[in-house]
């Protein structure tokens, strides 16, 4: 059983002012989609369950450890984190050996067919700097996620990714639940998020600084609204 667990947990960059604070929660397997509003802290609170930022406050722990604590490499091989900005992560010449650079580093053999749905191999030679959004966004993807971790932590995964594209991740999530692996993404399109039938939705209230966990059926539109989440009844909140 794979187990993310906060208690009594503050992040964010300055301990005056926590963007979340007393956050007390324990996910296990399964698809979770984080919701909340640009700048809310949704980058900031994967990057703390990656253990890339320390808590301000309380702790956090993932199958046991405090990520923060980890070897990097010790983290790369329990968490899979997909940045949102692809070309953020890329140091390689060419795309496959960005993509082997993550197996490389750790020594963990890559799962070649999560690579070769995601990635054509035309675009194998290429330099990643050159790529497009949506084939950077594959990259990056397959980088991380082919070392098969049992955490995944997805930044915008849908950004920029074509119907085929979306097509193969939602795949990829129904391989990842199977598996039992605990899948946090984050999203500002819930109607995609809603492809991979998530267990959970976590959404961020920025006002209070926290955090609702519940069912998408039992988060109302106001609530969603009040949170710069985009509702179910979409025309008439643009054109209303
Ligand atoms: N390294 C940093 N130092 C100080 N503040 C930061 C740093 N990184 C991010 N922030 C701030 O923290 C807040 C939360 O940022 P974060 O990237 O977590 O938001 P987000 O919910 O992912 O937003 P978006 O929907 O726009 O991607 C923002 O106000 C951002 O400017």
């Given at each position: 059983?794979?187990?993310i667990v906060a208690s009594d947990l503050a992040i964010g960059y300055d301990k005056s002012s926590p963007l979340l604070r007393n956050l007390d929660f324990k996910l296990?397997?399964?698809?979770?989609?984080l919701?909340g509003a640009?700048g809310s802290g949704k980058s900031t609170l994967l990057k703390t369950i990656?253990?890339?930022l320390p808590p301000l406050q309380g702790e956090i722990y993932?199958?046991?450890?405090k990520?923060y604590?980890?070897?990097?490499?010790?983290?790369?091989?329990?968490?899979?984190?997909?940045?949102?900005?692809?070309?953020?992560?890329?140091?390689?010449?060419?795309?496959?050996?960005?993509?082997?650079?993550?197996?490389?580093?750790?020594?963990?053999?890559?799962?070649?067919?999560?690579?070769?749905?995601?990635?054509?191999?035309?675009?194998?030679?290429?330099?990643?700097?050159?790529?497009?959004?949506?084939?950077?966004?594959?990259?990056?993807?397959?980088?991380?996620?082919?070392?098969?971790?049992?955490?995944?932590?997805?930044?915008?995964?849908?950004?920029?990714?074509?119907?085929?594209?979306?097509?193969?991740?939602?795949?990829?999530?129904?391989?990842?639940?199977?598996?039992?692996?605990?899948?946090?993404?984050?999203?500002?399109?819930?109607?995609?998020?809603?492809?991979?039938?998530?267990?959970?939705?976590l959404l961020i209230n920025r006002s209070r600084g926290t955090l609702v966990i519940?069912?998408?059926?039992?988060?109302?539109?106001?609530?969603?609204?009040?949170n710069?989440?985009?509702?179910?009844?979409?025309?008439?909140?643009?054109?209303?």
């Amino acid at each position: 059983m794979n187990e993310i667990v906060a208690s009594d947990l503050a992040i964010g960059y300055d301990k005056s002012s926590p963007l979340l604070r007393n956050l007390d929660f324990k996910l296990t397997n399964g698809v979770y989609v984080l919701l909340g509003a640009n700048g809310s802290g949704k980058s900031t609170l994967l990057k703390t369950i990656a253990g890339l930022l320390p808590p301000l406050q309380g702790e956090i722990y993932v199958n046991g450890f405090k990520p923060y604590l980890l070897k990097r490499k010790e983290a790369a091989k329990l968490i899979g984190y997909v940045w949102q900005n692809p070309f953020h992560g890329f140091v390689e010449p060419n795309v496959e050996r960005e993509i082997l650079f993550i197996s490389r580093q750790t020594g963990v053999e890559v799962n070649r067919k999560l690579i070769h749905k995601l990635v054509p191999l035309e675009l194998f030679d290429r330099s990643p700097f050159t790529l497009s959004g949506g084939e950077a966004k594959r990259v990056s993807l397959a980088s991380v996620i082919s070392l098969d971790q049992p955490i995944w932590l997805l930044d915008e995964p849908f950004n920029e990714l074509d119907f085929s594209g979306v097509k193969i991740f939602t795949d990829i999530i129904n391989y990842a639940r199977a598996r039992g692996k605990i899948v946090v993404i984050t999203t500002h399109y819930p109607s995609l998020a809603d492809l991979v039938n998530p267990d959970y939705y976590l959404l961020i209230n920025r006002s209070r600084g926290t955090l609702v966990i519940d069912k998408w059926s039992n988060l109302s539109d106001e609530e969603l609204v009040g949170n710069e989440v985009i509702p179910r009844v979409l025309k008439s909140e643009l054109t209303g």
